[in-house]
C-alpha cells in the first residue's frame, strides 16, 4: 500500500506542480485532491522539497534511462545524438513553463537535474569512443575535452533562467546544441553528408 499511496501522491502532485509550478501548490491541496490523510503524505514526503525532488525523478528517470539505452545500442554517433534530441523534446512537455520558472529560484532541485544530467552523458562517452573506432568520428577528438566542453555549454545555457530568456523549450535548445557539436566532430565526408 505505500508504494500504491507514494505513486499516487507523485502523480498528482506532478498534475498539479506541471500546471501551476511548485510554490503554488500546498500540500494540503494534494491531500484534498487525493482525499488522503495529511499523516500519511507526510509519513512518505516529509517535507514540500522532498515531494518536488520524488516529483523531478519521475520525470528525468524513464527519460535518462532512455538515453542509457541509446548510449548503448544506438551505432551512429549522429543517431544517437537524433534519439537524445527525441528523448529531450518528449522531456520539455513534461516540465512546464510555471515549473521551468520555480527551479530558477530552488538551487537544490536544479542541481539534482545538473546531476542527473552529468551522468547521462557519462554515456555518451562510449558512444564517441565507439564513433572514433569507426570513423564516424574525426580521429583527433580528445573525447574528455569535449565532454568537458559540452557539459560546461548545457550547464551554461541549459538551465531555467536561460532557456526563459531565450523564449525556448529545452528540447529546441538541446536540438541546437547537439547540432552545433555534431557538426563539429563528424568526419569531414559526415558532416558534407557522404559516406565515411
Do not use: C
Not at 507526510?42 to 528517470?61: D, G
Not at 513534461?94 to 542527473?116: C, G, H, L, Q, Y
Not at 568520428?137 to 565532454?147: E, M, Q, S, Y
Amino acid at each position: 500500500m505505500t508504494g500504491e499511496a507514494r505513486d499516487r501522491i507523485v502523480a498528482e502532485a506532478r498534475r498539479l506542480f506541471y500546471q501551476f509550478g511548485f510554490r503554488r501548490i500546498a500540500m494540503d491541496e494534494i491531500t484534498a485532491n487525493l482525499r488522503m490523510s495529511k499523516k500519511t503524505l507526510y509519513a512518505l514526503f516529509p517535507s514540500k522539497k522532498e515531494l518536488i525532488q520524488a516529483v523531478v525523478e519521475s520525470i528525468l528517470e524513464p527519460n535518462l534511462a532512455r538515453v542509457s539505452a541509446l548510449a548503448r545500442n544506438e551505432k551512429s554517433v549522429a543517431g544517437f545524438f537524433s534519439g537524445s534530441i527525441a528523448v529531450f523534446h518528449g522531456l520539455s512537455r513534461s516540465i512546464s513553463e510555471p515549473m521551468m520558472a520555480d527551479m530558477r529560484t530552488m538551487p537544490d532541485v536544479w542541481s539534482k537535474v545538473e546531476a542527473r544530467r552529468r551522468e547521462a552523458l557519462m554515456g555518451l562517452r562510449q558512444v564517441l569512443e565507439r564513433g572514433k573506432r569507426s570513423g564516424e568520428i574525426r580521429p583527433d577528438l580528445h573525447v574528455d575535452l569535449f565532454l568537458r566542453i559540452y557539459l560546461l555549454m548545457i550547464n551554461a545555457v541549459g538551465n531555467p533562467a536561460v532557456i526563459l530568456e531565450l523564449n525556448m523549450k529545452p528540447s529546441e535548445l538541446a536540438g541546437q546544441l547537439g547540432g552545433l557539436f555534431l557538426k563539429g566532430i563528424l568526419n569531414d565526408k559526415r558532416r558534407t553528408g557522404g559516406a565515411s
